[in-house]
């Protein structure tokens, strides 16, 4: 069966107006305050919602008001310097956000002067915003009903509809549009897309949903049948790579420490770390060039990320002679460390700064 027929006979004999209507209701009642509620504004929720790919809400707020007073508004994240943007990014993870969402912006600004595209086409093409993102805009700032599908969506719908399809998988995410297509409201698409939101983030969620307080339970037909809990259907992950390196933190008679510049493109692409060599790739006393006198290990320090596992051993270790040879690799004063951008994983080597 095609992914619309599949949709339409979902939604047969299913309550739309009386589901959509208690929806809306709830949500204006019982929403959280959040800073990017404050108002409509294009730009807050845009930066908002990228803030929120993958990262908790309260870890998203401080982020969010921080990032908002450095960068008021578009003009403001396009003049940034890269290394400012990933400063005021450090700690929230998964950078490539960071970095898609100024070069979005700056398209914005220089394409669009300065206004945040009105159109699935236009703000589809912006670098880093896929239909989730676009929906969440549009829906949100503009009004539109456009369906804005994630995680807490498609977990909600899944249990309220009894939809048993794999929600890890693409086909699945576009039957969930096209769900949400057919229920939005068209007078007030941004309460009820923030709406399934904030029902998955607050009482439909993951384990132990609360059904009793749940505004929609009577449409529910996943509680009607007791199965809410085996909602919805997801397929595991792929096992994490595990990847084993020495890290180093390497002081000059200075008292300086050696940093590097990670590379311009993939993982935490153009930040700073202390300089790190993968295991089986260690040479006793040389470091890319740099002759260097270890002093022992200090720590153990392991990063999860989506896909693979940092697992680093941190030693201590003297320059003695050469010259890095890396391009982007310097000695800096320790009390400069600050001033650049670092991911959590090295973050956690700052306190061994003596």
Not at 198 to 209: D, F, H
Not at 210 to 222: D, F, K, N
Not at 275 to 294: C, N, Q, T
């Amino acid at each position: 069966m095609k992914r619309n027929e599949l949709a339409d006979e979902i939604i047969k004999d299913f309550p739309v107006e009386s589901f959509r209507g208690d929806l809306i209701e709830w949500f204006k009642k019982e929403q959280r305050t959040l800073p990017w509620r404050e108002n409509q504004d294009p730009y807050r929720v845009w930066i908002s919602e990228i803030m929120l790919q993958q990262t908790k809400v309260e870890t998203v707020i401080p982020y969010f008001e921080q990032f908002i007073r450095k960068f008021p508004t578009l003009e403001d994240l396009a003049a940034a310097d890269e290394q400012e943007v990933l400063k005021a990014w450090e700690g929230l993870g998964y950078y490539s956000r960071a970095r898609n969402l100024q070069t979005a912006v700056r398209e914005v600004v220089s394409e669009y002067h300065s206004e945040v595209p009105k159109t699935v086409e236009e703000i589809g093409s912006l670098k880093g915003v896929g239909p989730y993102t676009q929906g969440a805009i549009l829906s949100i700032a503009y009004d539109l009903p456009v369906p804005a599908v994630d995680g807490n969506v498609m977990r909600v719908l899944s249990r309220v509809l009894l939809v048993d399809e794999d929600i890890a998988k693409q086909s699945t995410r576009k039957l969930f549009e096209l769900l949400v297509s057919s229920l939005i409201s068209s007078k007030d698409p941004s309460s009820f897309n923030q709406g399934l939101m904030e029902l998955g983030a607050i009482v439909c969620t993951p384990k132990s949903p609360s059904c009793l307080l749940c505004p929609v339970q009577e449409h529910c037909r996943a509680f009607h049948k007791g199965v809410e809990q085996e909602l919805p259907v997801k397929s595991s992950k792929k096992t994490q790579k595990v990847l084993r390196y020495r890290t180093y933190v390497v002081e000059n008679e200075r008292g300086e420490v050696l940093i590097e510049k990670r590379p311009e493109n993939g993982l935490l692409a153009n930040l700073w770390q202390y300089p790190m060599v993968k295991e089986e790739e260690v040479e006793e006393g040389d470091l890319d060039g740099l002759k260097i006198e270890e002093n022992g290990m200090i720590d153990r320090v392991r990063h999860t990320f989506s896909h693979l596992i940092w697992e680093m051993e941190v030693h201590r270790a003297e320059a003695v002679s050469g010259t890095v040879q890396r391009e982007d690799a310097r000695f800096v004063p320790k009390e400069t460390i600050k001033n650049y951008p670092f991911p959590v994983s090295h973050q956690k080597i700052h306190p061994h700064l003596r």
